[in-house]
């Protein structure tokens, strides 16, 4: 890949102002560090809380942003006419994109005096796209990065300004990685307004778009457990989508369950069939999986946590599809059979009303 010195950055400039996009956990780590690298912060275009439904990591930034004077700027829509002109009064040198999903016009990315710098969880141009944490653990990466780039009209494509690499434990949950990202994030943007701030060139490194690669969207009813599955595809599953995510889940007895935790160590030798609930022990669950069993733990339902005890060894976990489709049809030839009676006596009792 090459690099090239942009001529906007080889002025010096003193105090850019500074208009952040964001409205979720990372979001506020990073806003918070620039707050304290005394950045020149005149906006923040974030989410209402009134409109937060579904999103799992939002974070409202109102008190934040009233409290060291930044001006908020409330969307559901960033490219609407009615945002672009509030974000245009801010009269930005810079647009950090702290944390947002939705793709930025043509007509945003031209309003700042210099640039757009969006910022992705992952080593771009590897892992452009949608849900890069799940992403990383479903994909057993051992190493990871953030990228702060300088955005232009494709999703994750602009040339690279920074890059900051970690590596990702072989057992990290979703939290685990979240929290080096946002971490990392931070240093980041931090270290990216030093430089814009002192007017220090900065390299922009174009990506290699032949080894591009992209990740899709993931939506919470891909966190269902399948105890068919081999075990390790399971714990990647769970600790992937745990927090602050909305979780793997299952279901028991009618009920959704959602499952927060799992191990594969220590694991007794039991075996029994798929699903099926082995053994209960310090609130967990030994459960057999598609090769081997497993414990999970910190099991929730619609009330809040339960305990294993209102668990019984020797129950599954799951639906008996078959089974239950079996029962279905029986269900509805005997609500067929209800439904020709009635129509059967209708028709006698009108036969009668005509004699």
Request: aromatic fraction near 8%.
């Amino acid at each position: 890949m090459g690099g090239h010195m942009n001529e906007s950055d080889k002025q010096s400039q003193v105090t850019p102002r500074i208009v952040c996009v964001g409205s979720n956990q990372e979001s506020e780590n990073v806003l918070r560090g620039l707050i304290a690298a005394n950045a020149h912060l005149v906006g923040l275009v974030t989410l209402p809380p009134a409109q937060s439904t579904g999103i799992s990591d939002y974070v409202d930034l109102h008190p934040l942003c009233e409290q060291h004077g930044i001006e908020t700027v409330d969307t559901t829509n960033i490219n609407s006419e009615t945002t672009l002109s509030e974000i245009q009064a801010l009269e930005a040198d810079y647009i950090y994109t702290l944390g947002w999903s939705q793709i930025f016009g043509e007509d945003l990315l031209n309003i700042p005096r210099k640039y757009v710098v969006g910022s992705h969880p992952s080593p771009l141009p590897i892992g452009r796209g949608r849900a890069p944490v799940p992403w990383t653990i479903l994909q057993g990466n051992s190493e990871s990065a953030v990228t702060l780039f300088r955005m232009d009209a494709g999703v994750d494509s602009g040339p690279i300004l920074c890059q900051k690499w970690f590596e990702v434990s072989r057992d990290a949950y979703a939290e685990d990685v979240y929290g080096q990202v946002t971490n990392n994030l931070r240093e980041g943007f931090v270290e990216l307004y030093e430089a814009h701030a002192s007017g220090q060139p900065i390299m922009e490194i174009e990506q290699a778009a032949k080894i591009a690669t992209h990740r899709g969207k993931r939506t919470p009813a891909d966190g269902h457990i399948d105890f068919r599955q081999p075990v390790a595809q399971i714990a990647k599953l769970i600790r992937a989508v745990s927090r602050p995510y909305p979780g793997a889940y299952l279901y028991y007895q009618g009920q959704r369950l959602t499952v927060w935790k799992c191990n594969l160590d220590n694991i007794p030798a039991y075996i029994g069939t798929t699903g099926q609930i082995l053994l209960r022990q310090h609130q967990s669950l030994l459960v057999q999986a598609g090769d081997l069993p497993m414990w999970i733990s910190e099991i929730e339902g619609d009330d809040g946590p339960i305990d294993t005890r209102q668990f019984r060894v020797g129950q599954k976990f799951g639906f008996a599809v078959e089974d239950e489709i079996f029962q279905m049809r029986l269900e509805i030839e005997r609500l067929r059979e209800e439904l020709r009676q009635l129509k059967s006596a209708d028709v006698d009792t009108t036969w009668r009303k005509s004699a």
